[in-house]
């Protein structure tokens, strides 16, 4: 399984962006998707995560009502729609893939990783 994560750049606080995560397999509604980022001088940390069929989705508390995750699971892709940016939100962020029916929110859970997308929020 290969993830392709896209979108990243710099915006200014208050802006919105969103970010996609292509997947290329064949049984990607078997696959539970996350976004993690990582921050200049911190540890890789979760930020969201949805389920096989899209039903079910949880967040970090840094980023719930801003946040949405969503999948398309006709076109193998996962996005993260980020609204009401903040300078804090400047990460390098990844999508994450796992066969389980609920990812989890530790980043050690999951199997597939794709390479990283920058995003950079201005003041």
């Known amino acids: 399984v290969q993830l392709q994560a896209s979108g990243g750049g710099l915006v200014q606080a208050g802006d919105s962006l969103r970010l996609s995560c292509a997947a290329s397999?064949?049984?990607?509604?078997?696959?539970?998707m996350g976004w993690f980022r990582r921050a200049p001088g911190k540890a890789r940390e979760f930020v969201a995560v949805i389920n096989w069929t899209g039903s079910s989705t949880y967040y970090a508390d840094s980023v719930k009502g801003r946040f949405t995750i969503s999948r398309d699971n006709a076109k193998n892709m996962a996005y993260l729609q980020m609204n009401s940016l903040k300078q804090e939100d400047t990460a390098v962020y990844y999508c994450?893939?796992?066969?389980?029916?609920?990812?989890?929110?530790?980043?050690?859970?999951?199997?597939?990783w794709g390479q990283g997308t920058q995003v950079t929020v201005s003041s």
């Open positions: 994450a893939g796992d066969p389980s029916p609920m990812g989890s929110t530790v980043d050690v859970g999951w199997d597939y």
């Open positions: 397999t064949p049984t990607f509604n078997r696959l539970a």
